[in-house]
């Protein structure tokens, strides 16, 4: 399969379409073996050969209000590196949604993660808006991704930050760690506010943004001239 069929993927549920026949059997590895297994298959669309540490989980979950977060979303789950983190921040009202274009990681994750709140699409990031609105939201308030923007098909990393801006709630973020700079430059065609981290502990050091996606400026409404009123005198 090329880079922009991986790219463009198919959103629906693996466990309602069969897989169109093929059928994966990730109960017969554990979760190293899936993951492995997936990055040796499509590599482009793998970001790295080893999950996320813990301190990158951390450091890049630490700047959500998750007590205002009805929809977070994740783009390139893998194997759910920071999906039970997410989870267990999540209010008991929230949503999970990650999209991933490998069938191989959607199946695992359907069969390992038990939560009313998660939900898994086989899909393209591109599609968000239809992803999100098919599963009964009108927005995200916070998508994470973890997708190599260096390495992606020509043209569809500036479509998925332009999804992802519009699909974001006023108040939201596009979260992103990489171990390229590359994505800033994507996300600045869209946010204005990019904050930058960094975190030494992962393999390999990992830098991480944040695009805000602040409320858009009133403009400022001139003011009817106040018209005094005469007064009779006597």
């Known amino acids: ?5 991986l790219a463009q993927g198919d959103a629906t549920p693996l466990k309602k379409r069969g897989m169109n026949g093929k059928r994966y059997k990730p109960g017969k590895l554990g979760q190293w073996g899936v993951f492995f297994r997936g990055f040796v298959e499509h590599p482009v669309m793998v970001g790295s050969i080893i ?14 209000d998750w007590d205002r977060c009805r929809l977070f979303v994740e783009y390139g789950p893998g194997v759910g590196t920071f999906c039970q983190p997410v989870l267990d921040r999540l209010p008991p009202g929230g949503a999970l949604i990650v999209i991933d274009t490998n ?13 009313p709140r998660f939900t898994a699409v086989h899909g393209s990031a591109a599609d968000v808006q239809r992803i999100v609105k098919d ?16 390495t992606l098909p020509e043209g569809v990393g500036p479509q998925i930050v332009d999804a992802t801006y519009d699909v974001l709630r006023e108040g939201g973020a ?15 065609r ?24 602040d409320a858009e400026p009133v403009a400022a409404v001139e003011a009817e001239p106040v018209r005094e009123k005469a007064v009779a005198v006597a």
């Open 1 to 5: 399969m090329t880079g922009p069929e």
């Open 51 to 64: 999950p996320s540490s813990r301190y990158t989980i951390a450091k890049m979950l630490d700047p959500v």
């Open 103 to 115: 069938p191989l990681y959607i199946e695992y994750l359907q069969r390992t993660i038990d939560d």
């Open 135 to 150: 599963h009964g939201h009108d927005g995200a308030d916070y998508v994470l991704s973890g997708l190599p923007f260096s």
């Open 174 to 188: 596009f979260l992103v760690y990489q171990f390229s700079a590359k994505a800033r430059d994507f996300m600045a």
């Open 190 to 213: 869209r946010f204005a506010r990019i904050s930058a981290g960094f975190e030494l502990l992962n393999v390999l050091p990992c830098k991480l943004f944040w695009g805000w996606k």
